[in-house]
């Protein structure tokens, strides 16, 4: 079956940095693009950065030249490097696979908590 599971979140101090990665299983990930999104309390979920199946890269004007979102398709993995975290950063990071053509999917993972304090 299909899986996402993130890893990598936790505490960190402003101006610091983290890693995350996301862990694919059950599909095509090559063929598959890849997004971040993140959700932090009373706040609708929001896209961070995008991974197409060709490697073009897209990010939200927040995170725009802090964070760097890579894949590697030999090991069916995403990452999402965070640089400069604010503590406005602090949310819940969820991995998204999507393919709107055949095979046409949109797959979640559980999410991982990053919280941004001193």
């Known amino acids: 079956q299909v899986q996402l599971v993130e890893s990598g979140g936790g505490l960190v101090q402003p101006g610091g940095s983290l890693r995350l990665s996301c862990a694919a299983s059950g599909f095509t990930f090559r063929i598959y693009d890849m997004r971040w999104y993140r959700q932090a309390p009373g706040k609708e979920r929001e896209l961070v950065a995008t991974i197409t199946s060709g490697g073009t890269t897209n990010y939200a004007d927040s995170v725009k030249g802090r964070f760097t979102i890579s894949r590697d398709n030999a090991e069916n993995t995403v990452s999402l490097h965070m640089n400069s975290l604010k503590p406005e950063d602090t949310a819940v990071y969820y991995c998204?696979?999507?393919?709107?053509?055949?095979?046409?999917?949109?797959?979640w993972g559980q999410g991982t908590q990053v919280t941004v304090s001193s």
């Open positions: 998204n696979a999507r393919r709107s053509s055949w095979p046409i999917g949109n797959y």
